[in-house]
């Protein structure tokens, strides 16, 4: 059973950056795909960017240009560089992995999931 680990969150100003990285506690089964979810309080939790085993990326509308998804396949981490931050995007932040061939940015084909990172931005 795969368990993921998210790092990086934290507190910033609005139009400052943060990297957040995810990676394996435990690996016993081929992930395919790889992606950032989050979910601001009181609201449905959304696909942000996702990276496929060729580096195949997908971005949600919201974050294009600003977040970056990228892996480490040797260390098999995935990251997500964001910046450019506005409170809008105060929310916990969740990597899942996926074994599906297809990238797609919807939580119900991702089997595993992290615990969740927090990020705040302010004003």
């Known amino acids: 059973k795969v368990q993921l680990v998210e790092s990086g969150g934290g507190s910033v100003h609005s139009g400052g950056s943060l990297r957040l990285s995810c990676a394996p506690s435990?690996?016993?089964?081929?992930?395919?795909?790889m992606a950032w979810f989050r979910q601001a309080p009181g609201k449905e939790r959304e696909g942000v960017a996702g990276?496929?085993?060729?580096?195949?990326?997908k971005y949600a509308d919201s974050v294009k240009g600003r977040f970056t998804i990228s892996q480490d396949n040797a260390k098999n981490t995935l990251y997500l560089v964001m910046n450019s931050l506005n409170p809008e995007d105060t929310a916990v932040y969740f990597c899942?992995?996926?074994?599906?061939?297809?990238?797609?940015?919807?939580?119900?084909?991702?089997?595993?999931w992290g615990q969740g990172t927090q990020v705040t931005v302010s004003s």
């Open positions: 990276i496929g085993r060729y580096g195949t990326t």
């Open positions: 899942a992995a996926s074994q599906a061939s297809h990238l797609v940015l919807d939580q119900r084909q991702y089997n595993y």
């Open positions: 435990t690996f016993h089964v081929s992930i395919v795909n």
